[in-house]
């Protein structure tokens, strides 16, 4: 077997990873995806092999590895696939469209002896391998509270089609965006335990007569004519241990003025605050000098970017696939979708509930 990595599925974020695997030094050989030319198309702008049949890809003998970047109902099976055929895996978010189902990830991990790496891209942002320095210096002491948004205007993904159909993608922008959010703040946060969820939903932008315009769509075209049966606006609040309290919001749609914040974070501790932008070109912390409190601004290379965050995340596949465990793991994407479930039980429940053990 060779040491080429193959991706499942060709369309949006296939394409990024495509880039992040070259920008990595790594070498892609090709994409299978079943949907007419998709593959083609991919290969046509990334080089290498285009299959329609992911189990021809998998029994390539370049192929130790692959990205799973397909609709989130075939991410357990496809993964499942995979491990068996002797590949490693980076899978992307969520994990899958139900805890039960990365329970069956993780036993095929094992069983298997195969790697894997659960897609938390966010991590790897440059905003966040700063802030993860200050933490670690135990800059902000302890963390008390924490915040997380992630609003788009008109972001809806592929309406019509499996983004915004829940028998295929498992919910709206919870299980879209929630997997980044929860992750992040779990990982920066230290990995407190999250006892209670309260969550809720909305769903106002996706159908008539919402008069929802966008001039363009990730993974798109859309279907006008097809099912839109999920949330696009959620917030939740996480109870954790030590009276850590997390609180998320995230939207597909709103009408956030232009400008405004789109992806932040906010970390209150005893001794220190920070804020940032995931993708922004600086950290601000405020912190206690001579018992006054001033402002230190971390400035970000304007070279960073969402596409240096998924070459890092190659880099650290590389190092996944030889053995190191430092990755987003199977047990971290389960402990995320044990979180996301709660979230959506809550909103269905119109209360708050416990999180059960992953
Ligand atoms: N990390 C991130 O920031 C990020 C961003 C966007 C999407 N994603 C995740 O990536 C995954 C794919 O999203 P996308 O935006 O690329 O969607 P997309 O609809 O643009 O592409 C999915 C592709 O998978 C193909 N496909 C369907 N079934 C397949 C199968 N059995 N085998 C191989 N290919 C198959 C489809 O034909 C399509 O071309 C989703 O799980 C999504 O949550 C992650």
């Given at each position: 077997m060779g040491n080429g990595i193959g991706i499942l599925g060709a369309g949006a974020i296939a394409r990024v990873h495509a880039q992040g695997i070259c920008d990595a030094g790594g070498k892609l050989v090709g994409f299978a995806d079943p949907a007419a030319g998709k593959a083609e198309e991919a290969v046509a702008a990334h080089g290498g092999i285009a299959w329609t049949d992911p189990s021809s890809m998998l029994a390539?003998?370049?192929?130790?590895a692959v990205v799973v970047a397909v609709p989130n109902v075939f991410h357990a099976p496809l993964a499942i696939q995979a491990m068996e055929a002797g590949c490693d895996v980076l899978l992307e978010k969520?994990?899958?469209?139900t805890s039960e189902e990365c329970r069956q990830i993780i036993e095929a991990r094992d069983r298997t002896g195969r790697s894997l790496q659960v897609g938390f891209v966010c991590r790897f942002a440059a905003t966040v391998q700063a802030a993860m320095q200050y933490l670690a210096a135990d800059?902000?002491?302890?963390?008390y509270q924490a915040r997380a948004v992630m609003l788009r205007r008109r972001g809806i993904p592929g309406l019509g089609r499996w983004f915004t159909d829940r028998e295929r993608s498992g919910g709206g922008v919870m299980i879209d965006l929630g997997p980044h959010l929860v992750d992040l703040m779990l990982h920066l946060c230290g990995r407190p335990a999250v006892q209670r969820v309260s969550a809720a939903t909305t769903s106002r932008f996706g159908q008539p007569p919402s008069g929802y315009k966008f001039t363009e769509m990730w993974s798109g075209?859309?279907?006008?004519?097809g099912t839109f049966d999920v949330d696009d606006g959620t917030t939740a609040m996480l109870r954790c241990d030590d009276d850590l309290t997390i609180t998320m919001t995230a939207s597909w749609a709103s009408h956030l003025p232009d400008g405004t914040i789109g992806d932040g974070v906010t970390l209150f501790g005893d001794r220190g605050a920070m804020h940032f932008d995931i993708w922004g070109d600086h950290l601000v912390i405020g912190t206690l000098l001579d018992g006054e409190i001033v402002d230190v601004r971390h400035p970000i290379s304007t070279d960073e970017g969402w596409g240096t965050a998924f070459e890092r995340e190659h880099r650290c596949f590389e190092e996944t696939c030889k053995?190191?465990?430092?990755?987003?793991s199977g047990e971290e994407g389960l402990a995320v979708q044990s979180i996301l479930e709660a979230m959506y039980r809550s909103a269905d429940a119109g209360q708050e509930v416990a999180v059960n053990e992953p």
């Open positions: 390539h003998e370049d192929v130790s969520p994990m899958a469209i800059r902000l002491g302890s963390i075209p859309p279907d006008l004519k053995g190191s465990t430092t990755a987003p």
